[in-house]
């Protein structure tokens, strides 16, 4: 490994935390790596085979504690999160979707009955998870959702359409969330429920290595004991979503990093004007900012991960993180485009594939403008999004 750690921040992880981190990428090398360029190129990524493979080592509803789950801490799961992601984005959704949304969102809100049905086989991977809050009109703004569910008896009956469900093609469960007439609640939906599908969505430009798909839910009659009891209105889903996006603060970190390492590289073995572009001054100009940016990003999601393990994290800390280090993130991607050159658009290279990941990774968890928003908000005091 070439030493992008100029400023030894691997000095403020403590002996357990590097040890994992070395597990986790061993393991993305031996069973990721090989292979990940193919699934991109393909669109086809064998979620069950991968889900089993992390399960194994722990890394599915990781921070959780109870019911299977390993229970580390919040900078493990991060380390976690940033040496999936330097494999591809789509290999973390699939962990930060099972583990922070799916099964985040039934640890904290389920019943008893609830999460000893789904944790424990979710944390094997037996059983894949997904989460249902966007839909196709309704995305930034869940709040004015359409999807609803009314009583039926002791029952519910779920209708209406999720879009763009990381897992769904797959899901033995969705967590769905749907309007009733006492506000959002959240559903623990079996995905072979008659009147439930689960569409692919094809023809992504990103995130290829990670199964989307679409959720119809047409007059879904769920017994009683499917909604999740403790999930009472829209901060339910939004605090799973503060779970999830902490995971991207650290992983979008791991695509730049595997940029940033792969242009090092070509940059020391490329010969243009009868040198190495690396003895370039431009060149060394743009990998000393990227290296730099990277540290920064690095302390960041240090720091939110130790004040999550002291118990003090807040929401807008977390969009600060997920804003800043997924557009620096994209930024050092494209730079890294740049010195690969023409290289720097093939499949041989990481360096597009994880670009154009990171698209996806802008967007969803809140896009980059709504996290200024809420940024905004917490300085001014005035909410601007609506
Ligand atoms: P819109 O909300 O329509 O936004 C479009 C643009 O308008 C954005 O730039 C946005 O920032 C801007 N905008 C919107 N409102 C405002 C405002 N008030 N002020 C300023 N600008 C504004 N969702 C799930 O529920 N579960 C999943 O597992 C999941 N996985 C996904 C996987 C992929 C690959 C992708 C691409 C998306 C996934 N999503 C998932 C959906 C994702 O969370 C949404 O795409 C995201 O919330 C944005 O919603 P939208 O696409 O409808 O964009």
Not at 103 to 125: D, H, N, V
Not at 297 to 307: D, K, M, Q, V
Not at 353 to 360: C, D, F, I, T, V
Request: some cysteine; glycine content about 12%.
């Amino acid at each position: 490994m070439l030493p992008l750690d100029l400023l030894d921040l691997d000095s403020l992880l403590t002996d357990e935390e590097l040890q994992i981190r070395a597990v986790v990428r061993r393991l993305v090398d031996d069973k990721v790596r090989p292979h990940v360029a193919g699934w991109y190129e393909t669109g086809h990524v064998p979620v069950r085979e991968l889900a089993r493979d992390f399960g194994a080592l722990g890394l599915l509803g990781m921070h959780l504690e109870g019911y299977g789950c390993a229970g580390s801490s919040a900078v493990a799961y991060g380390l976690a999160c940033l040496e999936l992601e330097a494999a591809d984005s789509g290999v973390r959704s699939l962990v930060s979707v099972q583990g922070s949304l799916a099964m985040f969102a039934i640890w904290k809100y389920g019943s008893e009955e609830q999460k000893q049905r789904w944790l424990p086989g979710m944390a094997t991977g037996e059983l894949i998870g997904c989460f249902g809050l966007t839909e196709p009109d309704h995305g930034s703004d869940p709040a004015n959702m359409s999807t609803r569910a009314r009583r039926d008896g002791d029952g519910w009956v779920l209708h209406g359409g999720k879009m763009w469900i990381t897992n769904a093609p797959v899901a033995d469960v969705a967590v769905i969330w749907a309007r009733t007439d006492e506000g959002v609640r959240g559903f623990a939906v079996p995905m072979d429920t008659p009147g439930v599908t689960a569409k692919e969505i094809t023809g992504k430009l990103s995130l290829r290595a990670s199964a989307t798909g679409e959720i119809v839910l047409d007059e879904v009659r769920l017994p009683a004991d499917a909604i999740l009891p403790a999930a009472a209105g829209l901060k339910a889903p939004l605090s799973c979503l503060t779970e999830a996006r902490y995971g991207i603060v650290w992983g979008a970190l791991g695509a730049a990093r595997d940029c940033l390492h792969t242009a090092i590289e070509y940059a020391g073995t490329r010969t243009q004007f009868g040198k190495p572009i690396a003895a370039f001054q431009l060149t060394q100009a743009k990998l000393a900012d990227m290296a730099l940016e990277l540290q920064k990003g690095f302390l960041l999601a240090l720091h939110l991960g130790r004040t999550a393990d002291r118990g003090g994290l807040r929401p807008e800390m977390v969009s600060a993180g997920k804003l800043n280090n997924v557009r620096e993130a994209i930024a050092i991607a494209r730079q890294c485009r740049t010195i690969l050159g023409a290289n720097g658009v093939s499949g041989e290279y990481p360096v597009l594939r994880h670009a154009n990941n990171l698209e996806s990774v802008l967007t969803y968890e809140g896009t980059s403008e709504i996290h200024q928003l809420v940024l905004g908000q917490r300085l001014t005091g005035i909410a601007a999004f609506a």
